[in-house]
């Protein structure tokens, strides 16, 4: 039980992979009709989850585009609930309908494996969608994200927006210590010996026991630094993994090592006990109401790494693809160049960073201004004191997020359910590692 809820809790708090809509109870059937009786051409969405946002969009896409009726079909409806097993349904039903090649024209597949879709040729590439409507405008785009979620050098789903998993440590204290962090190459063991020294240097003077991190046991952490460095760890589309590896096998001993020296910790926090924090950043304001409120000069780092570069993961909020057999493809891409458009990125309940740069860079301004007028407060109420030279890099870190990987969640699991013994001094790190690179051999392969 408690290793189920420790994988519920990464889920919720690393993985924040967004449900999104498909109508209620919808049989597997053929295309059917493409046009109405008033002759309009029918382009249907297939959601998990309906929103404000998707009806919003259905409404601007339909005035733009009056020729096309734009049909969601969502599986749950705004307002109603969950039935019983009712996302698993869902899923099982919008695999059938890919798989087959019926449905929908365009799927929300936040909750699916893309390299396996793409490998069976089931999804449009749409790498040439740029040239069909010169309304794109390439250079205002997010280019670097959207390189990110390329498969094969393919686009073949596009987010509605984005979040990003972030590193912030307290700036004062580690300006205050004599350690020099160069996070855009240190490892999780660099991480563990200066942290070890900068808590050495300040705890004298701190209220709280320090640690480097708290809040999560050595199985949350060690399922987080995988997710971070899955793409090393797990090849998807050679279907190979490397969890006995030696860098693997290191790891393991490093977050043992870390917690034994009470670098980490899994109590909860207190104000002032952590020197670092992992959050996601969902939209401009959360790069200052959590950080500022952790710390008073909070600094964005790169994460410690396991085998590749650190980097701030990308978090797409949903993703959109279009189905291959699609008889209205020319509509399709309507629908998704739309979706790119200054009008659809700005509206107000869609969720996370926008995939335009002028967007996003509006937003931060529009923050800038009040946080100079002492209009902007924090959650707590009081005022934050944020340079114009941070607004630059909260900028310039949107616009170079590169990092990227299709989750496996079962995969994670096992990291986590194996390791608890290794991390209770039952098995040995060799042996745990074995255990999992067999087991996760047999998911990847499935």
């Known amino acids: ?88 349904e869902y899923k099982k039903t919008t695999n059938t309908a890919l798989l087959s090649g019926k449905g929908a024209d365009i799927f929300d597949v936040s909750a699916f494996s893309i390299n396996d879709y793409v490998s069976k040729k089931l999804l449009v590439n749409m790498n040439d969608i740029f040239e069909h409507d010169k309304t794109v405008n390439k250079s205002d785009l997010e280019m670097n994200v959207l390189d990110a979620m390329k498969v094969n050098d393919g686009l073949y789903f596009i987010p509605t927006g984005f979040a990003f998993r972030a590193f912030i440590g307290d700036g004062n204290m580690i300006k205050n210590s004599n350690v020099k962090i160069d996070d855009k190459n240190w490892t999780w063991k660099e991480f563990g010996e200066q942290s070890k020294e900068i808590i050495q240097q300040a705890g004298k003077d701190a209220k709280n026991k320090l640690y480097a991190l708290t809040n999560y ?26 969890f006995d590896s030696p860098a693997f096998v290191e790891l393991l001993a490093q977050v043992k090592k870390m917690y034994k020296e009470q670098v980490m910790t899994s109590e909860a926090p207190e104000i ?7 959050i996601v950043i969902w939209s401009p304001t959360d790069f200052i109401d959590g950080p500022y409120s952790y710390f008073e000069n909070p600094v964005y780092l790169q994460k410690p790494h396991a085998g590749q570069t650190g980097g701030m993961r990308i978090i797409p909020s949903s993703s959109l693809a279009i189905q291959a057999n699609t008889p209205v493809k020319e509509e399709a891409y309507k629908f998704m160049t739309f979706l790119l458009s ?25 923050i800038q201004e009040k946080m100079k007028s002492g209009a902007y407060k924090l959650p707590t109420g009081r005022a934050a004191k944020v340079s114009d030279e941070e607004f630059t890099k909260f900028k310039e870190i949107i616009h170079t997020l590169d990092q990227y990987a299709e989750l496996n969640n079962k995969v994670l699991f096992i990291i986590g359910e194996e390791s608890s013994s290794f991390f209770s001094g039952q098995k040995s790190a060799e042996a745990v590692a074995k255990l999992i690179q067999n087991r996760v051999t047999i998911v990847l392969n499935e």
């Open 1 to 88: 039980m408690i290793k189920r809820s420790i994988f519920v809790l990464l889920m919720g708090a690393l993985i924040m992979t967004t449900a999104c809509n498909t109508g209620g109870n919808e049989k597997v059937e053929s295309k059917g009709e493409t046009t109405t009786e008033e002759g309009k051409t029918i382009l249907t969405l297939s959601l998990a989850e309906s929103s404000a946002f998707y009806q919003a969009l259905e409404k601007k896409f339909e005035a733009k585009y009056p020729d096309i009726d734009l049909q969601i079909k969502a599986y749950k409806e705004v307002g109603n609930e969950w039935g019983e097993n009712g996302y698993v």
């Open 217 to 242: 046991p050595p199985e949350v952490t060690l399922q987080e630094m995988s997710v971070d460095n899955y793409n090393f760890f797990v090849d998807s589309d050679a279907k190979q993994a490397k």
């Open 272 to 278: 002032g006990n952590q020197l670092f924090n992992s």
């Open 342 to 366: 200054e009008e659809a990125q700005s509206l107000q309940d869609r969720e996370g960073f926008s995939l335009l740069q002028s967007v996003n860079d509006k937003n931060l301004n529009d």
